[in-house]
C-alpha cells in the first residue's frame, strides 16, 4: 500500500485506470467519480473503491485535496471487486495522513508498515453506503439515461420516455430495473441526488437547488433529501457521522 496527495482546482482529470486499486478520498473539497458503471460523489466523510484496471476519470467540483491509497491486489483480499462509496472513518482519514508522511519504499516491518497493515483492517470495517447512481449497459438506456441527467428538471413521465423509445412503458420499466437495479422512479430521484449533492457541495441555496432539479417547493426537495439520507441538505456537508 502507498498514499499519495494532489491538489486540484475545479476540472477533471481524463479516463484512465491503475495496476492497483485504489480508494480516493477528498482531505477537503468534493469530487465526484464516473465509471462506465455509475458515479459517485464524494465529499470528505466518503471515499470511493475503485478496483484495479477500472476505467475511471475524477471530476472536481472546485478546489480538491485529493488522497489517494494505492492498494496491491494480493494485499486485499476480501474487498470489494466493484466500485462502491464507503464512510471514511476518522481513524483511517488519520491512518491516510500519516502514511503520507512516509516514504514510498518504506519499511514494512517499521512504523509506515504497521499504519498500512491497521488501514487495511479498517478498510474491512467500512460502512458501505448505497447512494450512487447506476448507469445501464444497454446503448439506448444509456443516452435516455444520460439525457435526464443533463436535464434533472424535466417531468417525462415513464409513459412519455416509452414512447420517445419506441416502447411500452412495461417494458421500459423492466429494462429499468434489470440495467440498473432500480425502478426508474427511484433512478430518477438518485440522478437528481447525486446532482443536488454537487451543487450543495459549492455553496449554492437549498432553493436554488430545488429549482434547477424541477422541484415544487424547497421543502418538497428537502423531504426528500432527509429521507434518503437522514439529514437536512444544509447540514449535509458540514458534519462527519453521516
Known amino acids: 500500500m502507498t498514499a499519495k496527495a494532489r491538489n486540484y482546482l475545479a476540472g477533471e482529470t481524463p479516463a484512465h485506470s491503475h495496476p492497483r486499486a485504489q480508494l480516493v478520498y477528498a482531505g ?23 478496483p484495479a484496471n477500472t476505467v475511471h476519470k475524477v471530476i472536481m467540483l472546485g478546489a480538491v485535496e485529493m488522497r489517494t ?3 496491491r491486489q494480493d ?10 462509496l464507503m464512510a471514511v472513518s476518522p481513524l483511517l482519514r488519520a491512518l491516510i495522513l500519516a502514511l503520507l508522511d512516509e516514504p514510498l519504499a518504506y519499511d514494512q516491518t517499521g512504523r509506515a508498515g504497521l499504519i498500512a497493515a491497521l488501514a487495511l483492517k479498517e478498510l474491512r470495517f467500512l460502512k458501505v453506503p448505497a447512494l450512487h447512481l447506476p448507469m445501464p449497459a444497454d446503448p439506448g438506456l444509456h443516452r435516455l439515461c444520460q439525457a435526464l441527467i443533463d436535464h434533472p428538471e424535466h417531468h417525462q413521465t415513464l409513459e412519455s420516455l416509452a414512447e420517445q423509445q419506441a416502447t411500452s412503458s412495461r417494458t421500459l420499466a423492466r429494462q ?16 437528481r441526488l447525486v446532482e443536488a449533492l454537487g451543487h450543495l457541495a459549492n455553496g449554492m441555496p437549498v432553493a436554488r437547488v430545488a429549482d434547477l432539479l424541477g422541484y415544487q417547493s424547497p421543502s418538497a426537495f428537502t423531504a426528500m433529501f432527509h429521507r434518503t439520507l437522514g439529514v437536512e441538505p444544509r447540514r449535509y456537508f458540514s458534519i462527519g457521522d453521516h
Not at 473539497?29 to 470511493?48: H, I, K, N, Y
Not at 494485499?75 to 466500485?83: D, N, R, T
Open 28 to 50: 477537503s473539497g468534493v469530487m465526484r467519480v464516473e465509471t462506465d458503471a455509475g458515479c459517485w460523489v464524494v465529499p470528505p466523510v466518503r471515499g470511493v473503491w475503485i
Open 69 to 71: 491509497l494505492y492498494i
Open 75 to 84: 494485499a486485499a483480499p476480501g474487498l470489494p471487486e466493484h466500485c462502491c
Open 176 to 191: 429499468f430495473v434489470r440495467e440498473t437495479g432500480m425502478s426508474f422512479r427511484q433512478w430518477r430521484q438518485q440522478a
